[in-house]
């Protein structure tokens, strides 16, 4: 049994990564999401394209202060905030100051770029890059 898991582990070790994709498409895209994100987060400001002939796309400040508000209820529901941090943001904000023990508290562990608020943005974003792309190339046209 020992050889056949030292041959397994050796099999494994021994396995390229997979392939990295990094196409003129794929780093457009990517890089329109992080902007969009960065947009929307950092400087406060609606994502907005329209494609010819087209209804206008986007996210707005009000959509994502709604998911933001949809998560953190959701958090608050399942339990996973374990002190009353909303009350203490709110008691804050009536101060004029901030509590981020209480936001940290509230909006829980992120690995994004942007925290957790840019995950959540990246959420709302992602599914719109390939039209956002294609309004791009189609304004390039012109």
Known sequence: MNAALKLSQERYDAQLPPPVSE?????????????????????????????RMRKPQGVTQAQLALAIDEFANGRLADGEVGTPALGYLLLAAERGQVDRTAYAELRGPSDHPLGKIGEIAQALIEPLADDALIAQAEDNEL
């Open 23 to 51: 196409s003129p498409q794929e780093v457009a895209r990517a890089e329109w999401i992080y902007n969009a994100v960065e947009q929307l987060v950092r400087f406060g400001v609606d994502v907005s394209f329209q494609r």
